[in-house]
């Protein structure tokens, strides 16, 4: 049964919100549907670069040796490391490319504009109309725009042109994501700086004169009795074209009802600055109730209309010194994650239904805060955080390896006023952030803390000059942290430094240290899949003491101090214990603003080349391909409301142990009572408690004799039920080392086969513990789909309790794929 609230979070999230969000991506458009169109089709791919423009676009007939090189053709957003930044045998590609296409363009305006909108394109790109080159951009993660309306025009002028083109104009892009110590962010960074268009590109008709940027400021009292609505326009006139405009605004409620609207003439020069709209007791925008309102604002000059749609929200929020955040008054805890733009199978090139999936899987979990890390990430992700209703802390990509000349610094403050000036309006933003282990050298001889202090201190100035109603924020860099209003140290306790049941007292302690404090980053590791009968054994040899001590070497698995990191088993056993840990703990921690947990989803990195996927930074709680660990259900027993339970072992499907011997399931869930079934026998029923560790008391120390096992959980949260299952072998056999690889076929649907390979020692006893590499291979008509960062998605990847899958895409013809793990005979399986 559901009660009322529950059914009006169902309705939300199954009928209003999918709609909802679908109108407001289309209202934030820069433009109106038939003024902007994404460019996705029709495209061509080249991974190097031309000997020049002249190459892109040359006649050329089939065959002939202009046909050399070879494009490919490719939809946008396309990133030219799709599969590359997840090889296990070499670097990812790092140079320039190019895409082409030819537009017909239709422009409706009389001496109208016509425009390339970059969501976004890594990391610097050079636009040519035919061999024209008419705009530069360096920067991977802001937006920009390519004015291409006087290139279009001269070539349409020119009827050989047209002709050859047959009305169409050719527009070629160069994408370069080649090292630079000049650019931000460094090639020292934990994620990969990748190449290509992989965000959505779009092309925009305007009038002559168009609105270039609406700032709008919406702000509410603490009370919320009153709520204030600050408006600044600037406007796009390239062609200085003179004379007088009429601005109107409108201010729309929620329900798109007109509250209030304002017109007056204006130059065509320079800001434009309305009255402040006030609105009586507004509704706010919170994570709850995440409610926005409307601004429409018209500009009409010469016979045109360009109009441009707002959302803003009404809220309220502080940190309040040495205290805790409140928004509207009332203390919210920062319930926290973070997000990399990077997916399986695309890398960045993530489509809005992948990211729409992502940003409701974290809603979903409970998150009501996220720090997009580490830069400035897509308009669509800044949308769904404010119809989600999910805080933000955004940030440039000033990140390690210190601080460069002229070039370099002008970079990042260029970034720095793209990101705020492009996402202004947007209520879920409540912090800028400056950078990111700025106190990591590597990339120039000198390091110097006193200028990068004194650039901190430039770039927390021009934050605040260009947005004052904001904090700025930083991480990890202590000799900065009196700088920025808002700082994060360093605490990974029971991973890189510690033990997890440190937590609490280093966090106090470097609480008390700054006037306002945010622990961002926390948590750990884990290869999906793989599991622990004693997750916790290699504690014993850590030093429980400097947990907020991290240093550079810490992430190497080589080397240094014990540390749950090198020395743990990266079980996924393991990082629920410290998920659990941290959770229960900051329950009991009423000073604490908030924390974020690093980072939601797996994602790739070119400084991680031996961990158990190659390449990969496993801390997430979902997979590269957004498969669920089961952490997830760890931070969805404390985060959320509705009712929800999850034995732990999903993905566990052999245990082991001595005969009798007692085992512990345990069950997450944030319901007040569960009762635990075992072949159907019951062993009663619990009370949750937040404060009984593990599993908030929700756990059952079962004696398991060899067999198979079906456990079934029945919880109850007022008058509902929900009921989770699962099935396992309980293996007694003991087993010596590896001595053969076993590989065989597991399941086949839609052309698609999963296979196993498993690792069995002499007398054919599988190694439950073994974390050797397997390599898979194949030959025939059929491909691996490998490269996908995923612990079922890599050809070469560490088994999970002595097995690994990996599936197999199947021809109609013979496919033979091979398995083998270091000097073992190599296994072989005939499809």
């Not at 802001?142 to 083109?165: C, G, M, P, R, Y």
Request: glycine share 8%.
């Amino acid at each position: 049964m559901f009660t009322s609230q529950n059914k009006k979070q169902v309705f939300y999230y199954r009928v209003l919100l999918p709609v909802y969000i679908l109108a407001l991506l289309l209202c934030n458009n820069k433009a109106s549907a038939q003024q902007s169109s994404r460019l996705i089709r029709n495209w061509q791919f080249l991974k190097q670069d031309l000997g020049g423009i002249w190459e892109a676009v040359r006649p050329v007939k089939e065959g002939n040796p202009e046909s050399v090189p070879l494009w490919t053709n490719v939809t946008l957003p396309h990133c030219v490391n799709a599969r590359d930044a997840v090889d296990p045998d070499e670097n990812y590609y790092q140079g320039p490319a190019w895409y082409r296409t030819q537009l017909a363009i239709k422009n409706p305006y009389t001496n109208g504009r016509t425009l390339l909108h970059f969501e976004g394109a890594g990391q610097k790109t050079e636009v040519y109309v035919y061999t024209t080159k008419v705009a530069t951009h360096v920067g991977g993660y802001d937006e920009w725009t390519a004015d291409i309306t006087d290139a279009v025009n001269a070539f349409l002028k020119q009827d050989s042109l047209v002709k050859q083109f047959k009305g169409k104009v050719p527009v070629s892009i160069r994408s370069d994501n080649s090292r630079d110590l000049e650019m931000i962010p460094s090639d020292l960074s934990d994620f990969n700086l990748y190449g290509g268009l992989y965000r959505y590109l779009n092309l925009v008709y305007t009038p002559a004169v168009s609105l270039d940027k609406v700032f709008a400021e919406a702000a509410a009292d603490k009370d919320g009795k009153t709520g204030t609505v600050k408006v600044r326009t600037r406007l796009y006139n390239p062609a200085a074209v003179t004379g007088e405009a009429e601005m109107t605004l409108q201010l729309l409620d929620p329900n798109g009802k007109e509250l209030q609207k304002i017109s007056k003439k204006s130059n065509l020069n320079g800001d434009y600055r309305f009255d402040e709209l006030k609105v009586n007791r507004p509704q706010l925008w919170a994570p709850e109730t995440p409610v926005l309102y409307t601004l429409v604002t018209t500009i009409r000059t010469r016979g045109d209309n360009y109009a441009e749609q707002t959302k803003i929200g009404f809220r309220n929020f502080e940190f309040v010194k040495h205290g805790p955040f409140l928004l509207n008054g009332k203390r919210l805890l920062l319930r926290g994650t973070h997000r990399h733009e990077d997916h399986a199978g695309v890398a960045a090139a993530m489509t809005e239904q992948m990211m729409r999936d992502e940003m409701i899987s974290m809603k979903e979990m409970g998150v009501n805060f996220i720090r997009l890390g580490h830069y400035q990430q897509s308009r669509i992700i800044l949308n769904l955080c404010d119809s989600l209703g999910i805080l933000v802390w955004e940030e440039i990509p000033w990140c390690r390896g210190g601080l460069g000349g002229d070039v370099y610094k002008e970079q990042a403050r260029r970034m720095l006023t793209n990101m705020i000036e492009q996402h202004y309006n947007h209520p879920s933003v409540i912090i800028w952030g400056l950078g990111n282990e700025n106190d990591w050298p590597g990339d120039f001889p000198e390091f110097d803390k006193e200028k990068i202090r004194q650039f901190m201190k430039a770039l927390n100035d021009l934050s605040h000059r260009l947005d004052p109603s904001r904090k700025t924020a930083i991480r990890r860099c202590d000799f900065c942290k009196d700088i920025v209003d808002v700082y994060s140290p360093s605490i990974w306790a029971g991973w890189y430094r510690g033990i997890y049941t440190e937590y609490k007292e280093v966090t106090k302690a470097e609480f008390d240290k700054v006037d306002h404090f945010l622990h961002v980053e926390w948590g750990g590791d884990s290869h999906a899949g793989r599991h622990s009968e004693n997750p916790d054994k290699s504690l014993q040899n850590i030093k429980a003491s400097g947990a907020a001590d991290e240093r550079a070497g810490d992430a190497s698995l080589y080397g240094g101090a014990a540390r749950a990191s090198k020395d743990g088993d990266w079980s996924e056993t393991y990082l629920c214990n410290l998920v659990d840990w941290h959770l229960k703990e900051q329950e009991t921690m009423p000073w604490l603003t908030g924390t974020a947990q690093w980072p939601f989803k797996d994602f790739s990195t070119p400084v991680r080349p031996d961990n158990p996927i190659p390449y990969m930074n496993q801390k997430g709680v979902v997979e590269r391909d957004l498969t669920k660990k089961e952490a997830y259900y760890v931070f969805q027993s404390y985060w959320t409301n509705k009712p929800m339970v999850h034995i732990y072992g999903h993905t566990w499907p052999v245990r082991w142990g001595n005969e009798d011997e007692e085992k512990m399931i345990k069950v997450y869930s944030n319901c007040d009572v569960a009762e635990l079934f075992v072949n159907g026998k019951s062993l009663g029923s619990k009370k949750r408690n937040s404060q009984d560790f593990p599993a908030s008391g929700l756990r059952w120390n079962v004696p398991l004799k060899k067999g198979t096992y079906l456990v079934k959980v029945v919880a109850k949260k007022g008058k509902e039920t929900v009921t989770d299952e699962i099935r396992f072998e309980y293996q007694t056999e003991k087993w010596t080392k590896p001595a053969r690889v076993e590989l065989k076929k597991i399941k086949e649907e839609a052309g698609i086969i999963t296979l196993q390979a498993q690792l069995l020692d002499d007398k054919g006893v599988p190694c439950l513990d073994a974390m050797d590499w397997i390599r898979f291979g194949s030959t025939g008509d059929g491909r691996l789909l490998d490269d996908l960062g995923t612990s079922s998605g890599s050809r070469y990847v560490q088994c999970y309790n002595g097995r690994a899958l990996i599936s197999v895409e199947k021809g109609k013809d013979r496919v033979v794929v091979s398995a083998v793990s270091g000097k073992l005979p190599m296994a072989f399986l005939d499809l």
